[in-house]
């Protein structure tokens, strides 16, 4: 019997994940839940139950487990409920806005005894898993050096711009990508992290940052550069690792993808003219059914799991330093880095307070 699945949110996440679910045997999205749009949201992916209020679906509907793509301030509230039905939780990333929230889900799914994974899918994107095979089995030597790049030109929905909300700016909604996968790229967790942030294209939207470069520094003296991007028209996500005896280079955008023209005059709005790059299986490409089919044996018992929820508390907790590494003028900051900020955020907004130490 298949995974069934109460998707919490109707937005372009929820579609991706919608998409996704239809290539993975293993789960079905039983129900939706979104204040405006869960009637049409089901009746366009054929969900046979759809909830004005999440806290319906989770009280009512017939579902196994929550996959929640719903903005950041409203995860650790979904997941309270549904660790206390007994279900198994998928929660879009960052886990929280910040680490006393993120660190309550966790304690909270571990008392439960549920499943809590975050929802990281380039740690499922074929060609970056394929890399980590290429590096494991020592095609360019013991790797030292790494670089990841993600970005595009804003973020597809208002409320990322409200850090009350979001937690912050590109860093915490991007940067969480690059992070994790450095990490996973490089079997380790970092010891150290350093970080400059800048505001170039919104400023006037929202006091985050809209680019951010985050070093870590690794045990034995590996470093990586993680690079996350709200001001990079055209986008990119790209990742490059270094070897003693090579070099290996991935390019998602430039994944196996169709070229379409678009003559300007014709562009209808929302669609871009001239040349694009089409792929012709993006969710596969950037891991989301792999994702879902993963959380269904990992639910199941039969997978350990790849990204539980302490290790993307540990990920949340390398943004906070490289926020406080921001308002320290990129100084290094040391993990582990405790923080009671309820916005990772906090730590980079302090030093704009006359109140700032």
Same mark, same amino acid.
């Given at each position: 019997?298949?995974?069934?699945?109460?998707?919490?949110? @109707?937005? !372009?996440?929820?579609?991706?994940? &919608?998409?996704?679910?239809?290539?993975?045997?293993?789960?079905?999205?039983?129900?939706? &839940?979104?204040?405006?749009?869960?009637?049409?949201? +089901?009746?366009?992916?054929?969900?046979?139950?759809?909830?004005?209020?999440? =806290?319906?679906?989770?009280? $009512?509907?017939?579902?196994?487990?929550?996959?929640?793509? &719903?903005? %950041? $301030?409203?995860?650790?509230?979904?997941?309270?409920?549904?660790?206390?039905?007994?279900?198994?939780?998928?929660?879009?990333?960052?886990?929280?806005? /910040?680490?006393? &929230?993120?660190?309550?889900?966790?304690?909270?799914?571990?008392?439960?005894?549920?499943?809590?994974?975050?929802?990281? %899918?380039?740690?499922?994107?074929?060609?970056?898993?394929?890399?980590?095979?290429?590096?494991?089995?020592?095609?360019?030597?013991?790797?030292?050096?790494?670089?990841?790049?993600?970005?595009?030109?804003?973020?597809?929905?208002?409320?990322?711009? *409200?850090?009350?909300?979001?937690?912050?700016?590109?860093?915490?909604?991007?940067?969480?990508?690059?992070?994790?996968?450095?990490?996973?790229?490089?079997?380790?967790?970092?010891? @150290?992290?350093?970080?400059?942030?800048?505001?170039?294209?919104?400023?006037?939207?929202?006091?985050?940052? *809209?680019? +951010?470069?985050?070093?870590?520094?690794?045990?034995?003296?590996?470093?990586?550069?993680?690079?996350?991007?709200?001001?990079?028209?055209?986008?990119?996500?790209?990742?490059?690792?270094?070897?003693?005896?090579? =070099?290996?280079? +991935?390019?998602? $955008?430039?994944?196996?993808?169709?070229?379409?023209?678009?003559?300007?005059?014709?562009?209808?709005? /929302?669609?871009?003219?001239?040349?694009?790059?089409?792929?012709?299986?993006?969710?596969?490409? !950037?891991?989301?059914?792999?994702?879902?089919?993963? !959380?269904?044996?990992? @639910?199941?018992?039969?997978?350990?799991?790849?990204?539980?929820?302490?290790?993307?508390? =540990?990920?949340?907790?390398?943004?906070?330093?490289?926020?406080?590494?921001?308002?320290?003028?990129?100084?290094?900051?040391?993990?582990?880095?405790?923080?009671?900020?309820?916005?990772?955020? *906090?730590?980079?907004?302090?030093?704009?307070?006359?109140?700032?130490?």
């Amino acid at each position: 019997m298949p995974l069934r699945l109460g998707l919490v949110g @109707a937005g !372009f996440i929820a579609g991706v994940y &919608a998409h996704a679910a239809r290539r993975v045997p293993a789960v079905e999205i039983a129900a939706v &839940a979104s204040p405006r749009s869960a009637r049409a949201f +089901a009746g366009r992916w054929g969900i046979p139950a759809a909830y004005d209020d999440w =806290r319906r679906l989770i009280a $009512d509907a017939p579902v196994d487990a929550v996959v929640i793509a &719903a903005p %950041n $301030d409203l995860h650790l509230p979904i997941t309270l409920a549904a660790a206390a039905a007994g279900k198994h939780v998928l929660c879009e990333k960052p886990l929280a806005p /910040g680490l006393p &929230a993120a660190a309550e889900m966790v304690e909270a799914c571990g008392r439960a005894g549920v499943l809590l994974l975050c929802a990281e %899918n380039l740690l499922f994107a074929p060609m970056y898993e394929r890399v980590r095979a290429l590096v494991r089995r020592g095609e360019i030597g013991q790797p030292y050096l790494l670089r990841q790049q993600q970005g595009h030109a804003g973020p597809y929905a208002d409320w990322f711009w *409200d850090v009350s909300r979001a937690g912050g700016g590109a860093l915490i909604d991007i940067g969480c990508h690059g992070i994790a996968l450095a990490c996973r790229q490089l079997d380790a967790w970092p010891e @150290a992290v350093a970080a400059v942030l800048g505001r170039f294209r919104h400023a006037a939207r929202t006091p985050a940052e *809209d680019h +951010a470069i985050v070093h870590l520094r690794f045990p034995g003296g590996a470093l990586a550069t993680v690079e996350a991007s709200w001001a990079l028209p055209g986008g990119a996500d790209l990742l490059e690792i270094v070897g003693a005896r090579g =070099r290996l280079t +991935a390019n998602l $955008d430039d994944a196996p993808a169709i070229d379409l023209y678009r003559e300007p005059e014709s562009a209808e709005p /929302g669609q871009l003219p001239g040349w694009q790059r089409v792929m012709y299986e993006e969710a596969w490409q !950037f891991g989301f059914p792999q994702e879902l089919e993963h !959380f269904a044996e990992a @639910a199941a018992g039969r997978a350990e799991p790849r990204f539980p929820g302490r290790d993307a508390l =540990r990920v949340l907790e390398i943004i906070c330093a490289a926020y406080e590494s921001a308002r320290r003028g990129g100084a290094w900051v040391s993990l582990p880095f405790p923080s009671a900020a309820p916005r990772a955020i *906090d730590h980079w907004l302090a030093a704009e307070s006359p109140a700032a130490p």
